[in-house]
């Protein structure tokens, strides 16, 4: 069945109520404390976050696989799950592909599709880390970093078509992966494969229509276990500013080493002019791809709040990073697990919203550490959710949209409608 505003409005009345009484209550605390409630509501609001198309399924690992039943066959589907996410939880503004997980062979119905429920594609992610059946080209031993030319002109090629299948859909983002690497010590030249891959990107780079952004993704390890040729932000910050002012670094909060301080890098990134995007999912050891802030909710606070301090900061160069899911997993529907993760983002945001900046500025000038330290504990341990559902209801978002979405039994109604057995294309 279509969700819509007004039907959430006649389901969720006794929640709303409630919601309302609650939100009455915080709103005049917060307010006595000189918090401008209002603001906050508005700041929320505006934050919008984009759902990739193969998280819409479910994930496999390598060993085994376990489908859900009602996944999107087609990139039409997908939209639609997108488009599902967007009423419910009033958070998701446009969808990332992946090619050639999903190939927009009809662009021109897809950007009709879009503009009916109001989303857009904001960033396409290229893949050269599988190969299609080609006798001739393997990226078995690396791809843009490939130590034969012809190899390397192959995944040149391959960018530059997903800038062009963008550019037919009005998106404005490269992403580029790499899983190049190296699994023994003596199999790389070091140098030399970085050497390669600058040369490979400032060919794609060139080829970018100039209102775009290469974001150039790091990862430590996997699926190589010594040596990566992107493994960290740092080779990331010397990619982009040797490639130009439109190359800048994205940040995956899984692909850090263990107890890695991501928020210091953010708002190092961010000093730099170079933080270009996010890709928000939760970790516990490595590259987990669990649902946001379901492990680690207290550094997604820190992350939050070293953003939103950086883009206050006029200091700080101007950033917009582009805010981006990127979880896919084997056990949860996808679809619940995805309005979790946008929840927690919000809930995340709100609280660094709440922390008092210039107090904490204070507090540090002043070397008062336990001080420094209680103004964010203050904002973390506070309870945001009637904020966030206030941001939800408002933007005609669903107060619950947990609830709503086994209310409405989507899932029942999507197996129904595509099939016990439809699989959705991807991991
Ligand atoms: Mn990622």
């Known amino acids: 069945m279509m969700i819509n505003s007004d039907i959430l409005i006649s389901a969720e009345q006794d929640q709303r109520k409630l919601h309302a009484e609650r939100f009455a209550v915080f709103s005049e605390q917060l307010s006595s404390e000189g918090v401008d409630v209002e603001a906050l509501v508005a700041e929320l609001m505006a934050l919008e976050i984009e759902v990739p198309s193969w998280a819409l399924g479910t994930g496999g690992t390598r060993f085994g696989r376990f489908p859900i039943g009602g996944e999107p066959g087609d990139l ?20 990332s592909l ?36 080609d006798p001739d080209v393997s990226y078995k031993f690396g791809s843009l970093c490939h130590t034969d030319a012809g190899v390397r002109r192959k995944a040149v090629d391959h960018n530059i078509e997903v800038i062009r299948y963008g550019e037919a859909l009005h998106a404005r983002i490269l992403t580029v992966w790499l899983s190049d690497g190296s699994d023994f010590p003596g199999q790389h030249n070091f140098r030399r494969a970085y050497s390669r891959t600058l040369d490979s990107l400032a060919l794609l780079y060139e080829q970018m229509p100039s209102q775009w952004n290469m974001l150039v993704e790091y990862k430590p390890y996997e699926p190589h276990f010594y040596s990566m040729v992107i493994p960290d932000w740092g080779t990331s910050l010397a990619l982009s500013q040797s490639l130009g002012n439109n190359a800048k670094v ?56 070293e953003l939103n301090d950086g883009m206050k900061d006029n200091s700080v160069p101007a950033a917009s990073p582009a805010w981006m899911i990127d979880a896919s997993h084997n056990i949860k529907d996808p679809l619940e697990d995805l309005i979790q993760s946008c929840l927690n983002i919000r809930t995340a945001y709100a609280k660094a919203l709440l922390v008092d900046r210039a107090m904490l500025h204070g507090a540090q000038e002043a070397n008062d550490v336990v001080m420094a330290e209680e103004i964010m504990q203050k904002a973390f341990q506070c309870d945001v959710r009637p904020l966030v559902r206030e941001a939800m209801v408002r933007k005609g978002g669903s107060v619950d949209p947990i609830v709503a979405y086994r209310k409405f039994e989507v899932r029942k109604n999507l197996i129904k409608n595509r099939g016990a057995r439809s699989v959705a294309t991807g991991l």
Do not use: C
Not at 76 to 95: C, R
Not at 101 to 106: A, T
Not at 265 to 270: D, E
């Open 76 to 95: 039409f589907q997908k939209i639609e799950d997108v488009s599902l996410l967007k009423t419910l939880t009033a958070s998701v503004g446009s969808i």
């Open 98 to 133: 992946h090619i050639p997980w999903d190939i927009p062979k009809d662009s021109a119905a897809i950007v009709q599709l879009l503009k009916e429920y109001d989303l857009r594609i904001d960033s396409v992610n290229s893949n050269t880390f599988q190969d299609y059946g």
């Open 250 to 305: 994205l940040v995956d909060l899984g692909h850090h080493l263990p107890n890695t301080n991501i928020e210091q890098i953010v708002s190092r990134l961010m000093l730099f002019g170079r933080l270009g995007g996010f890709h928000f999912n939760g970790s516990m050891y490595g590259d987990d791809d669990l649902t946001t802030g379901s492990i680690k909710p207290y550094q997604l606070f820190l992350i939050f709040h």
